[in-house]
């Protein structure tokens, strides 16, 4: 139910302020608009302003519409002729149709800025292993060194740094790489060369790629929270032991401890633990469980958490303009790496499986909701530079389709025949219908894996 709420709630935001976008200037340009829908099919609510206009939220939450007098959809009274769409200048035309995808480019400006002036708080993209003979490592990157800047791209925080790694997909090219390395602070570029760089993949992993492992901390095994029927509390043990050893073995971190109890299941084991400083032995028998045909041990125990050092958190806080010049620096970004990676996946170097429909929007939308309201913001803004861009681009039935023929009448001084834009709406709605069904069959792969 929370998928589903923050699906509606983050797609009802994006169709919103897209069709916000087309209302306000056809307004401003005189055009009559008769119904502003948010969503299709059965109408659930709706309330008529003094201007005529029919507000609505429909049944179907996967998209909405602005109709506006039009003599082209139906007959239009004589005494509002002047207030039709068609009978507009095509300036005007022209600026009510971009309307819509601007206005998504706004929202992205405005929910980054607002994401700034709250406040993000980053990991610092601290290397922690390089990857023997990987890219990383013959550019001459170590462990340690902490990431700053990727082809001149400041990178503050991990998402940065996979930003920055996905735009060059394809390319054949030394990436440089700014990393700060020792006490000195030094700031040092490194040259890392690529070669057709993650093309085709269907699922990229830059990082992998490039051979370079995130620094992680080090979870000890101290327990935290243990379950009442669990074997963890049954045999003795309690929040805050550490698992110093397992059966004459040592147990370097809490994922080691797992393992350890994992594979032994119903099988006493020996533990050293430490309480309050005094070590004592103890006996374990973890309880069985199977599932998928695999049985493994549990004992009802969780670990205690551990908090970042302060040296590797970074926040970012600035103040509104400062946050709306990053608001806007940041949407173009976003903008240019999302026409560049249509453009790779019409020529092949982005794997078309990359898509994603309805299905991986509300699972992503869900996530960032939990995660709070910076994760939210910066979804929303990628989402909304996503839709406007979708938008513009020129395939008929889009508003890119429509902006286009608007180009073409500006340019002939006539518009195009009913015919030709009939034609190229039947091949629009073809394309369109195609990158939909794609999308879909994407998301229910990776659903059924």
Known sequence: MQTILAFVITLGILVSIHEFGHFWVARRCGVKVLRFSIGFGRILWRRTDRHGTEFAIAAIPLGGYVKMLDETEEPVP????????????????FAIVAAGPLANFLLAI??????????????????????????????????????????????PGWQAVNMALLAPIGESRALAVAVRRGADGAVRERDVMLNNWLSGQEQPDPLRSLGVVPYTLTIP?????????????????????????VDGEPVSDWMHFVSLVQNSSERPMQLLIERDGVQQDLVLTPNSRTVDGVTTGFIGAGVQQVSWPDTMIRHLQLGPVDALVKGVTETWSLTTLTFESLWKMMAGLVSVKNLSGPITIAKVAGASLESGLESFLHLLAMLSVSLGVLNLLPIP????????????EMVRGKPLSEKAQTFGLKIGMTL????????????????LQ
């Open 432 to 447: 369109v219908i195609g990158v939909m069904l794609l999308a879909m069959y994407n998301d229910l792969s990776r659903l």
């Open 110 to 155: 405005l929910a980054l800025a607002l994401m700034y002036m709250v406040g993000v708080r980053v990991l610092v993209p601290q290397v922690g292993e390089v990857l023997v003979d990987s890219p990383a490592a013959v550019a001459g990157i170590r462990a340690g060194d902490e990431i700053v800047a990727i082809d001149g791209s400041a990178t």
């Open 397 to 408: 039935v889009l508003d890119g389709g429509h902006l286009l023929f608007y180009l073409v």
């Open 221 to 245: 095994a101290v327990l935290g929270q243990l379950t009442d029927d669990g074997a963890a509390a049954r045999d003795g043990l309690r929040p805050g032991d550490r698992v110093v050893d």
């Open 78 to 93: 004589p005494g509002e002729l002047d207030q039709a769409f068609n009978r507009k200048p095509v300036l005007s035309r």
